[in-house]
T-cell receptor, first 114, second 111 residues
């Protein structure tokens, strides 16, 4: 089975530009997660969805960040406008259930905002 | 409150040495799950193991073994006869209603 697929793998953008990160979860997984990894803060959960519905977005840093899941096989994380401090690796992950079930991660999207 | 502490920031060993990565967790929940993930230099997060709070049996998988002790709230990871390919950042994680990660331990295995 294919794993979690993320795109783009790498993106360099200028401050103020809109960034859209994309994710395809593993088929049959009901939960989708967006994590951010930085040196300063480690791995942080930004938001997660259950059956395409956002359940907890308390980790989203500010209004510039938004996430959607229009169907079971696709999600986006959008940053508008982007700032240099948004530079990080953004991971998408999915699992069949939530508590206790193994969460499988994509390869990450490496974002650099200059 | 949930918390995962990986006190070892970096460990350097020579190939074939055994190495133990420490993980201490905090939670008030009686049902929880513990995980270890590996992040090699290529950057992806690779699942290694999951343990639930009711199963304190230690587990061995090849050169990897895990020691879960509820009495000390620890879930330590040992690599026996380390190899250069084991060089990576290793994360311990705790799941109750959210999966939270420790800060990771960078393991460098020198040839």
């Amino acid at each position: 089975d294919a794993g979690v697929i993320q795109s783009p793998r790498h993106e360099v953008t200028e401050m103020g530009q809109e960034v859209t990160l994309r994710c395809k979860p593993i088929s049959g997984h009901d939960y989708l997660f967006w994590y951010r990894q930085t040196m300063m803060r480690g791995l942080e959960l930004l938001i997660y969805f259950n059956n395409n519905v956002p359940i907890d977005d308390s980790g989203m840093p500010e209004d510039r960040f938004s996430a959607k899941m229009p169907n079971a096989s696709f999600s986006t994380l959008k940053i508008q406008p982007s700032e240099p401090r948004d530079s990080a690796v953004y991971f998408c992950a999915s699992s069949r259930t939530y508590s206790g079930n193994t969460i499988y991660f994509g390869e990450g999207s490496w974002l650099t905002v200059v | 409150a949930q918390k995962v502490t990986q006190a070892q920031t970096e460990i350097s060993v020579v190939e074939k040495e055994d190495v133990t990565l420490d993980c201490v967790y905090e939670t008030r929940d009686t049902t929880y799950y513990l995980f270890w993930y590996k992040q090699p230099p290529s950057g992806e997060l690779v699942f290694l193991i999951r343990r639930n709070s009711f199963d304190e049996q230690n587990e061995i998988s090849g050169r990897y073994s895990w020691n879960f002790q509820k009495s000390t709230s620890s879930f330590n990871f040992t690599i026996t006869a380390s190899q250069v390919v084991d060089s990576a950042v290793y994360f311990c994680a705790l799941s109750t209603n959210k999966l939270i990660f420790g800060t990771g331990t960078l393991l460098a295995v020198q040839p």
